[in-house]
């Protein structure tokens, strides 16, 4: 179990955030996020003390502007797998954006106090309080649905190709990830790993991926705007695009295309 302390606070834009982990979010005051599966779909949620925010592995929501202070805990997969009674079924955490929940609350206010203390108990009282809560999550959240078909060694050919289609096709539009799992007509919890298996990385990375090498041919061999360039690879925003297309390239997109003219 990984615990961290986050302070929403105002942006400037709205940005999409990518979960890595199953986590819970719980408030440590009130306040409030904007909250939404689309940039268009952003939804104000109140927070009091001890109301949770549920994140699930290889998702992502879009947050907006925000005055709140979360304790995040992640939940490993390991922990969640252990909390399932049937090996038989496999189980579901969906995305809650607002959860009241006592047993849960009491597990994550049990954290936080370990935490201010510095965490004199160690590691052991964290795994221990890590099982709690994914049998609580398990339980009080989950949806029990018929374990889906395993592919070894990841998606078929046929289906990596359809959803590889799929991106380049909607490379100058918003994509989410239900679209791409389906397009192979999977769970988006089954195609995440199923895909991860496949390519070695997360659906949003490998779209993020896609969209700068679409960036980096226009960048060279036309000459157009960079905010052209960006909504033409399906960012939203000329900054968005440039802080991505750093974090892959590791200079900016005008350096790019100043090298490239070279």
């Known amino acids: ?10 942006v400037r834009e709205p940005y999409l955030d ?8 719980m408030s440590l005051r009130s306040g409030f996020l904007d909250l939404g599966m689309r940039r268009a779909d952003l939804k104000r949620v109140m927070f009091e003390p001890g109301d949770m925010h549920v994140c699930i592995a290889d998702s992502e929501e879009w947050l907006g502007s925000a005055d709140l202070d979360l304790l995040i805990v992640t939940i490993s997969e390991a922990a969640l797998t252990g909390a399932c009674e049937a090996t038989s079924v ?22 936080n106090a370990e935490r201010l203390a510095g965490f004199p108990s160690g590691r ?13 999550l398990i339980h009080a959240h989950g949806v029990r649905r018929p374990s889906p078909a395993f ?8 289906r990596l190709r359809t959803v590889t289609e799929l991106v380049h096709t909607k490379i100058d539009s918003e994509l989410t ?39 980096k041919e226009i960048l060279r061999t036309a000459d157009v705007r960079i905010l052209d360039v960006a909504v033409a690879c399906g960012f939203k925003t000329q900054q968005h695009f440039a802080r991505v297309f750093r974090q892959v390239c590791g200079i900016s997109p005008t350096e790019y295309r100043r090298e490239s003219l070279r």
């Open 1 to 10: 179990m990984e615990v961290a302390i986050e302070a929403f606070g105002p």
């Open 90 to 111: 496999a189980i579901d955490v969906p995305m809650e954006h607002h959860v009241r929940d006592a047993r849960m609350s009491a597990l994550i206010t049990a954290v």
């Open 18 to 25: 990518v979960h890595d982990a199953y986590g819970v979010g």
């Open 124 to 136: 052991l009282l964290l795994d221990s309080v890590e099982q709690a809560l994914a049998i609580a």
């Open 151 to 158: 592919y070894r060694g990841g998606l078929p050919p046929a």
């Open 177 to 215: 990830l239900e679209e791409m799992a389906g397009s192979v007509k999977l769970s988006v919890a089954h195609f995440s790993q199923m895909f991860r298996q496949s390519t070695g990385e997360s659906p949003h990375r490998f779209v993020l991926r896609t969209r700068v090498e679409r960036a």
